[in-house]
């Protein structure tokens, strides 16, 4: 990716362009975040980009961490748990509304599943807008945190159990 022509990308979104053409390398280099593409020819189709996280019991409510907890036997209830974030996850304009934001979050999560031992995490986590919410309930993430006045997007995680 280090070669890869940015522009162009257009998804609507300001700040999801604007990542892509001026922090995806920059992100790579210091090892932030890792970028993705998915490229038709020379149109960038889609990106995502993915970097370490984990779920604290300090991030959520109470009840949002028991459920959490409950998930583990009590030899293995922690305060916080491992996951992978996506930082950020765009379909371009043109071709949006063909499931290919499925598509390719059904990849991400099957990359990740196949390499399950360089290191462990048990969530994928975003910081959804509240405009994509739907898009990410349909693809089975459930929300974490609450609705908070003026904030613009929503915790949301997905087990990867779920796969399993
Ligand atoms: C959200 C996004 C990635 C979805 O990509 P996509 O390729 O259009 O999604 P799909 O075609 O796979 O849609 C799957 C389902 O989610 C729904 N959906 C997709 N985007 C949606 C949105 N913004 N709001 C509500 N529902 C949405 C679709 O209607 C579809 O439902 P259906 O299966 O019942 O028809 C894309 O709209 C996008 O890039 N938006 C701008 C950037 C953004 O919001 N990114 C998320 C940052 S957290």
Redesign the pocket.
């Known amino acids: 990716m280090p070669q890869t022509q940015l522009g162009g990308f257009d998804?609507?979104?300001e700040d999801?362009n604007n990542f892509l053409l001026e922090d995806a390398k920059g992100f790579l280099e210091k090892r932030i975040a890792t970028s993705y593409l998915l490229v038709d020819e020379d149109n960038i189709v889609a990106y995502f980009c993915l970097l370490n996280d984990k779920i604290s019991r300090q991030d959520i409510t109470n009840s949002q961490w028991k459920k959490i907890k409950g998930g583990y036997p009590e030899s293995k209830r922690f305060g916080s748990y491992p996951a992978i974030k996506i930082g950020r996850?765009?379909?371009s304009s043109k071709y949006?509304?063909?499931?290919?934001?499925?598509d390719l979050m059904n990849l991400l999560k099957g990359m990740l599943n196949n390499n399950p031992n360089y290191s462990a995490f048990r969530y994928l986590t975003?910081?959804?807008?509240l405009?994509?919410i739907?898009?990410y309930q349909?693809n089975k993430f459930k929300i974490l945190s609450e609705k908070i006045l003026n904030d613009h997007t929503r915790l949301m995680f997905f087990d990867m159990l779920e796969l399993e």
């Open positions: 998804c609507g979104d999801l996850f765009a379909v949006r509304g063909r499931n290919i934001g499925t975003v910081d959804a807008y405009s994509a739907d898009f349909k």
